[in-house]
């Protein structure tokens, strides 16, 4: 359909009429573009927000996952028996099991001595917990009491952690109001629902948070034998154990937390209204734009319409309007995303970037906002009888 409206033509009537006041031109590319950067911007906090809310999901080793029923998020996880991991290793298929403790847990910034909020992970040095190969010997300095690896991508407020311990300072703090002290670092990042990340061995933990109900712990990590079914382990797990835990994939628990943001809170559906209210914007810009160049040109359309110009043709006229409208628009709008996803990233560490999949989507959108207003201003030339005009 494109292709035949762009034919070619000797004269490019659309990019005259468009060209011929430059100021209204660049009007209405400043809206198209301010249009196309706020969609760009809701629709990439909004995936970024679903990206950043499994950062440390993602980074488990582990390929089944057991939960309490009872949670709900990464922010609000409920304990379940420590015995139910233990009894998914009767399952042929398991290999391995680490329990993990999750919680959020008050960390004195040891600069400013202002608290703040900080997931903070227990497990056992000896099993494995992340993917990451670096963390193993690292876990080892957590086996002595009162130890912990800091999160080095955690946001400043915590305190300049990272910087003092890498100058050789010896870094102590308070967690729950009791001390404890850096013993090396780690990168993790943040996610939406935590600002930074402890790991710590299961001793300490229960000594931050004494009131911890005796064998429970928030999240089980199961490994499978290399060439094992997982969907078909998890209804064999789901089929044995109580119905006191979840059994999920990898993949599951990944879009249990997303489906968290996505369904259970207002934020997806604030970000996609502003993309959406994006849309309209350009959309009012694009046909004030357009019926107004047909307006003011109404009298040359009626007298190419006297010449023997048929109404397809000059319609087609509006229509590559709309297409140049469109693609100029775009190309600041795109840059001006690429920028402040890059300025996002820096002051808030959430993983804001662009990918092909929301260019795409963003164009689509700015094409079809475009061709839709040049629609609907097609309805004034539809008008045009040059018997009326002259």
């Known amino acids: 359909m494109l292709g035949r409206i762009w034919q070619g033509r000797r004269i490019p009537l659309a990019w005259l009429l468009l060209t011929r006041q430059p100021v209204r031109l660049a009007v209405a590319l400043a809206g198209i573009a301010f249009a196309g950067t706020l969609m760009f911007m809701q629709l990439g906090f909004r995936d970024g927000l679903f990206d950043a ?3 440390i999901h993602r980074l488990f080793d582990t390929d089944l996952v057991l939960i309490s029923p009872r949670s709900s998020s990464s922010v609000s996880m409920a304990g379940f028996p420590r015995r139910r991991l233990v009894q998914a290793m ?38 494995p917990l992340f993917t990451d190969p670096s963390l193993a010997p690292k876990a080892k300095l957590l086996q002595d009491r009162g130890r912990v690896l800091f999160d080095e991508l955690s946001r400043p407020e915590f305190g300049p952690v990272a910087e003092w311990f890498r100058s050789g300072r010896t870094v102590e703090s308070e967690i729950n109001g009791k001390k404890v002290r850096v013993a090396g670092l780690v ?20 000594q931050l948070l004494p009131n911890t109900p005796p064998g429970s712990i928030e999240v089980g990590l199961i490994r499978l034998r290399p060439g094992a079914d997982a969907d078909e382990v998890v209804e064999r797990l789901k089929r044995d154990l109580p119905d006191d835990v979840s059994v999920l994939t990898k993949t599951g ?17 604030i970000f996609t209204l502003g993309a959406a ?27 190419l319409m006297a010449m023997g110009y048929r109404l397809p043709t000059l319609l087609g006229v509006v229509a590559r309007e709309g297409i140049l409208l469109a693609v100029f628009g775009y190309l600041p709008a795109y840059a001006a995303g690429q920028g ?28 079809v906002m475009c061709m839709g207003s040049a629609t609907l201003a097609m309805r004034r030339l539809g008008d045009a009888d040059p018997a009326e005009i002259f």
């Open 277 to 303: 209210m994006g849309f309209v914007v350009g959309c009012v810009i694009v046909y004030q734009i357009l019926y107004s160049d047909v307006s003011d040109h109404l009298p040359e359309y009626a007298t």
């Open 340 to 367: 402040l996803y890059l300025l996002v990233r820096n002051a808030t560490q959430l993983p804001v970037s662009m990918n092909l999949t929301r260019a795409l989507t963003v164009f689509i959108m700015i094409l």
């Open 90 to 127: 009767a399952d042929p298929d398991v290999e391995g099991i680490t329990p993990v403790h999750w919680n959020l847990l008050l960390w004195r910034n040891p600069d400013t001595k202002a608290t703040r909020s900080i997931l903070t992970l227990g497990f056992e040095p000896a099993d």
């Open 53 to 55: 809310s499994v950062t």
């Open 253 to 269: 628990f990944i879009a249990f937390e997303q489906n968290y943001w996505r369904s259970s809170t207002s934020i997806g559906f």
């Open 187 to 206: 990168g993790l990042g943040t996610s939406f629902g935590a600002d930074g990340n402890l790991l710590t061995s299961q001793e300490t933990y229960l």
